[in-house]
């Protein structure tokens, strides 16, 4: 199928926001499902990615700054390009798809916006670029148009979009957004066949969704506008103004426009979509073997069915059970029936009253330069690998409470400590006192593996003095 466009006027909005905490402790407040590859060898970000129509303008992602340099890595690591735009503060999807339409009518009066979720799964790509071709239609013409999903059962996770019959164009008025239905009303939008799904997708003029948005909330209009006027840009970062931003309220693009606009119009999409908002919905959309089970890393069964088994490391083995879901990460094991999936939100947050870091991120630990892993950890030790990509530097630093020692595992490392600069490479060792200014960089081809073992008082994160960062950081390491 050709799935080219026939305009250039199209600009992809991908929504990187998001916790996915019904996916703990596979996803984390600061590595959730959008970057995990959760059903494909690649993330969630970089399949809406691949599945962009060709032809259309290079893509604005929407994020947070905790994120940004996620998002920079995915993209580049399937040679996608675009601007990262920064939310200064989460404040719902009506403020953030008023960011990409400013930006995008920097470059084009007559852009139009296509409005994605980065956590999204869509298994008929066809079928959706046959939607988008739809849509792009009606956009052209002044309309804003949803993608409503076609429902195959009665959903009471999703809001539903009740629409008027649909004309020759594929297109229907839409009539009501109501929200998340019990299941008997859930079975009696299935049967009338005139529901929808609300899928959180859209297509419309960048300009018209504006004027929309200045006539039905002129509040939220005038801070984005009063952001993006004063926004500064940092290589392919778009930071627009705090200042002005955290002046705006929080409300999503159905309540603000959407619901009061006279102009909202549905196209159908039935492509194998999901939200993937719980393991019930993962399960669902992965390969099943004979006996209903989805089988993730070592894992052995036996008499067991309808159950998602992931393992991330240690062998996980099943007997006589049914319809669990067990996850097993480097640093934390959940276990439910896959009927209370939705319930694990109250597991997230406990860890959040407790302050519990499993709630932020895994053990594994993502950063510009690379990643490290705490594999082992005491009273006043912690031993962390670490892999710094080529060409990446960590920040010129120094510490108050720890010392460290840096064993070379494989590659090459310069370090400096103090006035000394010298490189090092396997097998090769050296030690930072506490108090020394040191910096470790990656002046090679291949990836720098080594591990450091800290000593001292206190091993916090935040025991990080900054004296130059190539990365602009403030907080992380």
Same mark, same amino acid.
């Given at each position: 199928?050709?799935?080219?466009?026939?305009?250039?006027?199209?600009?992809?909005?991908?929504?990187?926001?998001?916790?996915?905490?019904?996916?703990?402790?596979?996803?984390? *407040?600061?590595?959730?499902?959008?970057?995990?590859?959760?059903?494909?060898?690649?993330?969630?970000?970089?399949?809406?990615?691949?599945?962009?129509?060709?032809?259309?303008?290079?893509?604005?992602?929407?994020?947070?700054?905790?994120?940004?340099?996620?998002?920079?890595?995915?993209?580049?690591?399937?040679?996608?390009?675009?601007?990262?735009?920064?939310?200064?503060?989460?404040?719902?999807?009506?403020?953030?798809?008023?960011?990409?339409?400013?930006?995008?009518?920097?470059?084009?009066?007559?852009?139009?916006?296509?409005?994605?979720?980065?956590?999204?799964?869509?298994? #008929?790509?066809?079928?959706?670029?046959?939607?988008?071709?739809?849509?792009?239609?009606?956009?052209?013409?002044?309309?804003?148009? /949803?993608?409503?999903?076609?429902?195959?059962?009665?959903?009471?996770?999703? =809001?539903?979009?009740?629409?008027?019959?649909?004309?020759? *164009?594929?297109?229907?008025?839409?009539?009501?957004?109501?929200?998340?239905?019990?299941? %008997? /009303?859930?079975? %009696?939008?299935?049967?009338?066949?005139?529901?929808?799904?609300?899928? =959180?997708?859209?297509?419309?003029? $960048?300009?018209?969704?504006?004027?929309?948005?200045?006539?039905?909330?002129?509040?939220?209009?005038?801070?984005?506008?009063? %952001?993006?006027? #004063?926004?500064?840009?940092?290589? #392919?970062?778009?930071?627009?103004?705090?200042?002005?931003?955290?002046?705006?309220?929080?409300?999503?693009?159905?309540?603000?426009?959407?619901?009061?606009?006279?102009? $909202?119009?549905?196209?159908?999409?039935?492509?194998?979509?999901? #939200?993937?908002?719980?393991?019930?919905?993962?399960?669902?959309?992965?390969?099943?073997?004979?006996?209903?089970?989805?089988?993730?890393?070592?894992?052995?069964?036996?008499?067991? *069915?309808?159950?998602?088994?992931?393992?991330?490391?240690?062998?996980?083995?099943?007997?006589?059970?049914?319809?669990?879901?067990?996850?097993?990460?480097?640093?934390?094991?959940?276990?439910?029936?896959? *009927?209370?999936?939705?319930?694990?939100?109250?597991?997230?947050?406990?860890?959040?009253?407790?302050?519990?870091?499993?709630?932020?991120?895994?053990?594994?630990?993502?950063?510009?330069?690379?990643?490290?892993?705490?594999?082992?950890?005491?009273?006043?030790?912690?031993?962390?690998?670490?892999?710094?990509?080529?060409?990446?530097?960590?920040?010129?630093?120094?510490?108050?409470?720890?010392? &460290?020692?840096?064993?070379?595992?494989?590659?090459?490392?310069?370090?400096?400590?103090?006035?000394?600069?010298?490189?090092?490479?396997?097998?090769?060792?050296?030690?930072?006192?506490?108090?020394?200014?040191?910096?470790? &960089?990656?002046?090679?081809?291949?990836?720098?593996?080594?591990?450091?073992?800290?000593?001292?008082?206190?091993?916090? &994160?935040?025991?990080?003095?900054?004296?130059?960062?190539?990365?602009?950081?403030?907080?992380?390491?």
């Amino acid at each position: 199928m050709d799935t080219k466009m026939n305009k250039s006027t199209i600009f992809p909005a991908i929504m990187c926001g998001g916790s996915g905490t019904r996916l703990w402790p596979l996803s984390r *407040s600061l590595f959730p499902k959008q970057f995990i590859a959760l059903v494909n060898e690649t993330s969630m970000l970089q399949d809406t990615v691949a599945r962009l129509p060709q032809g259309c303008q290079l893509p604005v992602y929407i994020c947070n700054e905790a994120h940004r340099f996620t998002v920079a890595e995915q993209i580049q690591t399937v040679n996608a390009r675009g601007s990262i735009l920064l939310e200064p503060q989460g404040k719902n999807t009506a403020p953030a798809v008023a960011l990409a339409a400013f930006n995008a009518l920097e470059k084009n009066e007559e852009a139009i916006l296509l409005v994605l979720a980065a956590d999204h799964v869509i298994q #008929d790509v066809p079928a959706f670029i046959k939607a988008v071709n739809t849509a792009e239609k009606a956009a052209a013409n002044d309309k804003l148009v /949803t993608f409503g999903i076609v429902p195959n059962k009665p959903e009471t996770g999703y =809001g539903y979009i009740k629409h008027s019959s649909f004309e020759n *164009s594929g297109l229907a008025s839409v009539e009501q957004f109501v929200e998340k239905p019990d299941l %008997a /009303t859930a079975q %009696a939008y299935l049967d009338s066949k005139q529901y929808l799904w609300n899928s =959180g997708m859209f297509m419309f003029k $960048a300009k018209r969704y504006l004027d929309e948005l200045k006539q039905y909330r002129p509040d939220i209009f005038n801070a984005v506008e009063a %952001a993006m006027n #004063d926004c500064q840009k940092d290589l #392919d970062f778009i930071r627009p103004n705090k200042a002005a931003f955290e002046q705006c309220p929080d409300e999503s693009i159905d309540y603000a426009v959407m619901e009061k606009t006279t102009d $909202a119009v549905v196209v159908p999409l039935d492509a194998g979509w999901s #939200d993937v908002g719980s393991y019930s919905a993962l399960w669902e959309v992965s390969e099943q073997d004979s006996q209903g089970n989805v089988c993730k890393g070592d894992v052995l069964t036996e008499s067991t *069915s309808n159950s998602y088994l992931h393992s991330e490391g240690k062998l996980i083995a099943t007997v006589g059970v049914d319809n669990l879901v067990v996850i097993d990460t480097p640093d934390a094991v959940m276990v439910a029936n896959k *009927s209370k999936v939705q319930d694990v939100k109250a597991i997230v947050n406990q860890l959040k009253a407790q302050k519990r870091e499993e709630i932020e991120h895994h053990r594994q630990v993502y950063r510009p330069w690379g990643s490290y892993d705490s594999i082992d950890m005491g009273e006043r030790f912690q031993v962390k690998r670490i892999i710094v990509k080529p060409g990446a530097k960590l920040s010129v630093q120094m510490h108050h409470h720890r010392a &460290e020692h840096w064993i070379v595992v494989s590659g090459t490392a310069k370090v400096t400590i103090n006035e000394d600069t010298f490189l090092m490479s396997e097998n090769e060792s050296t030690y930072i006192p506490i108090g020394a200014v040191h910096a470790l &960089e990656n002046p090679g081809k291949l990836p720098l593996e080594m591990i450091e073992v800290q000593s001292g008082s206190y091993l916090g &994160e935040d025991d990080i003095v900054r004296f130059e960062d190539r990365y602009g950081r403030a907080e992380d390491k």
